[in-house]
């Protein structure tokens, strides 16, 4: 009699002990949202509340786990503590799915194994819901009501996209102040580009030079009396025009010595004398055909020299630095 109430009540024992594991153990699945956009991502967590002495095998899930649903990333197992003797363990996996629709995500399997037995429990199936872009009008529905219209970003301005322009502009105000130039110089008749003079020798460089070209050409000996004093004026009257800004080359002989005449601080008595006795023979010797004596030629000459070197402007010039090259000398400045 003793022996079936025994076996009555090992099969009571195991029942009651299937029902408190599978009370204790129960693995779960969810979602993070269970609505997306195509080609949207949504977190996948697997977990399971176990004894701190219970083993638990998750399942090992491939890169596709739903004909339309594909796992991206997955993390590896982690646990957490869920009070005395208890602990958590869970694993997240990032899914996506690019085909609309809803679409059935399957239990997972866990086997467990505590207190020497040895079970399979699985998830609960979710499901998930993958919808296309919505249109305009949905979108802006979703939104509540109608949106502005936002006005263009404006972008900064680059240097690259204003150069044009300021090159431009400045080639532009130069175009126009060259005809203005151009205008201005026409209008003054003058040149449009003035290519810079040689700065002139002094009037009395020039009028040595001359005279010391008559000199050596000795024109009065070979019998060219007349064009030995027109030669020897023309070089007085270029000096005296240049010089004193007497109008010279233009005035007759009387006309320039009245001018010297009535602007008597010009020149000191004897060259003014001398100029006088040089265009009063030539006058007579071009219109008069008057034949001077071989002194009087060679005094014209020497008349001419007189008046120009007493007459002309002396540079005053800073005295140099003479230094004696005797070594360990004094440097004597005289």
Same mark, same amino acid.
């Given at each position: 009699?003793? *022996?079936?109430?025994?076996?009555?009540?090992?099969?009571?024992?195991?029942?009651?002990?299937?029902?408190?594991?599978?009370?204790? !153990?129960?693995?779960?699945?969810?979602?993070?949202?269970?609505?997306?956009?195509?080609?949207?991502?949504?977190?996948?967590?697997?977990?399971?509340?176990?004894?701190?002495?219970?083993?638990?095998?998750?399942?090992?899930?491939?890169?596709?786990?739903?004909?339309?649903?594909? +796992?991206?990333?997955?993390?590896?197992?982690?646990?957490?503590?869920?009070?005395?003797?208890?602990?958590?363990?869970?694993? #997240?996996?990032?899914?996506?799915?690019?085909?609309?629709?809803?679409?059935?995500?399957?239990?997972?399997?866990?086997?467990?194994?505590?207190?020497?037995?040895?079970?399979?429990?699985?998830?609960?199936?979710?499901?998930?819901?993958?919808?296309?872009?919505? *249109?305009?009008?949905?979108?802006?529905?979703?939104?509540?009501?109608?949106?502005? !219209?936002?006005?263009?970003?404006?972008?900064?301005?680059?240097?690259?996209? +204003?150069?044009?322009?300021?090159?431009?502009?400045?080639?532009?105000?130069?175009?126009?102040?060259?005809?203005?130039?151009?205008?201005?110089?026409?209008?003054?008749?003058?040149?449009?580009?003035?290519?810079?003079?040689?700065?002139?020798?002094?009037?009395?460089? !020039?009028?040595?030079?001359?005279?010391?070209?008559?000199?050596?050409?000795?024109?009065?000996?070979?019998?060219?009396?007349?064009? %030995?004093?027109?030669?020897?004026?023309?070089?007085?009257?270029? %000096?005296?025009?240049?010089?004193?800004?007497?109008?010279?080359? #233009?005035?007759?002989? +009387?006309?320039?010595?009245?001018?010297?005449?009535?602007?008597?601080?010009?020149?000191?008595?004897?060259?003014? #004398?001398?100029?006088?006795?040089?265009?009063?023979?030539?006058?007579?010797?071009?219109?008069?055909?008057?034949? =001077?004596? =071989?002194?009087?030629?060679?005094?014209?000459?020497?008349?001419?020299?007189?008046?120009?070197?007493?007459?002309?402007?002396?540079?005053?010039?800073?005295?140099?630095?003479?230094?004696?090259?005797?070594?360990?000398?004094?440097?004597? +400045?005289?």
């Amino acid at each position: 009699m003793k *022996k079936p109430i025994t076996i009555v009540s090992f099969f009571l024992f195991l029942l009651l002990a299937g029902m408190a594991f599978g009370q204790q !153990i129960a693995p779960k699945a969810s979602l993070d949202k269970n609505r997306i956009i195509i080609g949207d991502q949504v977190k996948l967590l697997l977990e399971v509340e176990c004894g701190s002495n219970d083993k638990v095998k998750f399942p090992l899930l491939p890169d596709s786990i739903a004909p339309f649903i594909e +796992i991206t990333e997955r993390s590896k197992i982690d646990s957490v503590s869920a009070g005395v003797n208890r602990k958590k363990l869970f694993q #997240e996996y990032t899914i996506t799915s690019f085909d609309s629709g809803y679409h059935a995500i399957p239990a997972f399997p866990f086997e467990i194994h505590t207190n020497g037995l040895t079970s399979t429990v699985e998830t609960n199936h979710m499901t998930l819901e993958v919808h296309t872009l919505p *249109k305009l009008d949905s979108l802006m529905q979703a939104l509540k009501g109608p949106i502005d !219209i936002k006005a263009p970003y404006e972008a900064p301005l680059t240097f690259k996209e +204003i150069a044009p322009w300021i090159f431009g502009t400045i080639l532009v105000a130069g175009l126009l102040f060259l005809i203005w130039y151009a205008l201005r110089k026409r209008k003054d008749n003058q040149p449009l580009f003035a290519i810079p003079q040689k700065p002139k020798e002094p009037a009395h460089v !020039i009028a040595l030079r001359e005279l010391d070209r008559i000199k050596e050409e000795k024109i009065w000996q070979q019998g060219k009396t007349k064009l %030995y004093y027109s030669e020897l004026t023309t070089v007085l009257r270029q %000096y005296i025009n240049d010089r004193f800004d007497i109008q010279a080359m #233009e005035q007759t002989s +009387i006309e320039t010595i009245a001018a010297f005449k009535y602007r008597r601080s010009l020149v000191d008595e004897k060259s003014f #004398e001398n100029l006088q006795r040089i265009l009063t023979n030539a006058d007579l010797v071009k219109f008069a055909k008057y034949e =001077p004596l =071989p002194d009087e030629n060679n005094m014209a000459l020497v008349d001419s020299y007189f008046f120009v070197n007493q007459t002309k402007i002396v540079e005053m010039t800073t005295p140099k630095e003479e230094v004696d090259d005797r070594e360990g000398d004094d440097v004597i +400045i005289k």
